[in-house]
C-alpha cells in the first residue's frame, strides 16, 4: 500500500502571503473552499496531503483568474519556509552545494512522485526534474510555483537576481510562454523531453558569504531524519539501512537487497519508483552522505573510505566522488578544514 503523497504545511501560509500582497485578497475564503486550515502550523514538521493543496492551486486559480497564479506564489518562497532544508540551503557554501541539497533532501518539500538530477555538463551545472507517476504528480500550478521558487530560494543566498542560462519544460508553449519569459528572463525550449535548469558553473562554483559548512552538516542530519521520519518502513529508508551494513562487503547490488527484503528486484524497483526513486539512486545519494560524512570527520583514509562504500579500489571512489559532487575527496576535505 503506497501512502498518500504529502507537503509541508508551510506551503499554505506562502500561499496566504502571495494572495494577500500579490494580488490583494482576503484567502481566508479561498482556504475554506479548498478545506485547508489557515491557521499557522504548530510546528514546522506539520504537513498536508498533496491532494488539500491541489484542491487550494484550484480555487486560488479561481478566485484570482490568473492562470500565472503558480508563477507568481513561488516569488513569496523563503528559505524559513523549508523547515531544515532552508537552514542548511543558508548556511551552503555555494550555489552548487545548495543545488545538491536540494536534489538530497526534495522529499522533505513534498512526496510526490518527483525525482530531480544535478549534472555537470562541462559548462553548466543542469537540475533535471521528472515525474514517473503522472497520477502522483502536483497539478500545474505547482510546477509553475517550483519553476520560480527556486529562483527566488537562488536569489536569497546569493544575494544577487540568479536565473538559468536556458530553461527547458516539457510542457508545450500552449502554457503561458510570455509569462515563463517574464518571470525566469531565460532561453526557454518547450516540449522538450525532460525538465532542465541550466546553470553557469562559474557563478555556481563562487564562495558565498553566507557559507557555514559546520551549520550545514548539522541541519543535514536533522533533514535526513525527519524524510526518515516521514515513513520509516517506506522502502527506500529500508534499502538504506542495508546498504550501509553491505557496501563494506562489496556485495550490494540490487538483487541481494531484494533477497534481504525477501522480495523480487522488480517489486523492490516498482515500489522504490512509487516513492520517486530507483535503486541506482538511493546507492548513489547513500554513497555521496556517507562519503561526505567520512571525510569531514577525518577519521579515516582514503583507502579506507572506499572500502567502506564498496569501491574496488580508491581511484574507483575519487571518480565517483567528483561526478558527484564536481570536486576531490582531497579538495572537499580541503574545504571542510578551511571553513
Known amino acids: ?85 532552508g537552514h542548511s540551503w543558508l548556511a551552503s557554501s555555494t550555489l552548487r552545494d545548495a543545488l545538491e541539497r536540494f536534489v538530497r533532501y526534495h522529499q522533505l518539500l513534498t512526496t510526490a512522485s518527483v525525482e530531480y538530477g544535478l549534472r555537470d555538463d562541462g559548462r553548466h551545472y543542469v537540475l533535471s526534474r521528472a515525474f514517473p507517476e503522472k497520477d502522483r504528480a502536483p497539478v500545474d500550478e505547482a510546477i509553475d510555483c517550483g519553476n520560480t521558487a527556486l529562483l527566488s530560494l537562488l536569489d536569497s543566498i546569493a544575494g544577487t537576481e540568479i536565473r538559468p542560462r536556458r530553461l527547458d519544460l516539457t510542457f508545450g508553449n500552449e502554457r503561458h510562454p510570455d509569462a515563463y519569459r517574464e518571470h525566469v528572463c531565460a532561453d526557454i525550449r518547450f516540449s522538450a523531453p525532460l525538465d532542465c535548469f541550466y546553470f553557469d558553473k562559474t557563478q555556481f562554483d563562487e564562495r558565498l558569504a553566507g557559507a557555514s559548512p559546520d551549520i550545514a552538516r548539522a541541519t543535514d542530519h536533522i533533514a535526513e531524519k525527519y ?101 576531490s575527496p582531497r579538495e572537499f576535505q580541503k574545504r571542510g578544514a578551511d571553513s
Open 227 to 327: 524524510i526518515e521520519s516521514l515513513n520509516p518502513a517506506k522502502t527506500a529508508s529500508k534499502v538504506r539501512r542495508l546498504l550501509i551494513d553491505l557496501l563494506p562487503s562489496g556485495k550490494a547490488d540490487q538483487e541481494l537487497i531484494a533477497e534481504r527484503l525477501h522480495r523480487s528486484p522488480s517489486t523492490l524497483q516498482r515500489q522504490l519508483q512509487a516513492e520517486g526513486l530507483s535503486y541506482r539512486a538511493v546507492l548513489q545519494s547513500t554513497r555521496q552522505s556517507l562519503a561526505q560524512q567520512y571525510l569531514l570527520d577525518g577519521r579515516h583514509t582514503h583507502a579506507q573510505i572506499a572500502y567502506l562504500l564498496g569501491f574496488s579500489d580508491q581511484s574507483n571512489f575519487s571518480r565517483a566522488f567528483k561526478r558527484w559532487t564536481s570536486v
Open 1 to 85: 500500500m503506497f501512502h498518500e503523497p504529502t507537503t509541508l504545511a508551510s506551503a499554505a501560509q506562502i500561499f496566504a502571503v502571495a494572495l494577500r500582497e500579490g494580488y490583494g485578497l482576503d484567502p481566508a475564503p479561498i482556504f475554506a473552499s479548498a478545506g485547508v486550515p489557515l491557521e499557522v502550523p504548530v510546528s514546522p514538521k506539520q504537513r498536508y496531503p498533496l491532494a488539500s493543496m491541489s484542491r487550494l492551486w484550484r480555487a486560488a486559480r479561481e478566485a484570482t483568474g490568473d492562470e500565472c497564479v503558480g508563477l507568481k506564489v513561488g516569488w513569496f518562497v523563503l528559505p524559513q519556509h523549508l523547515y531544515a532544508l
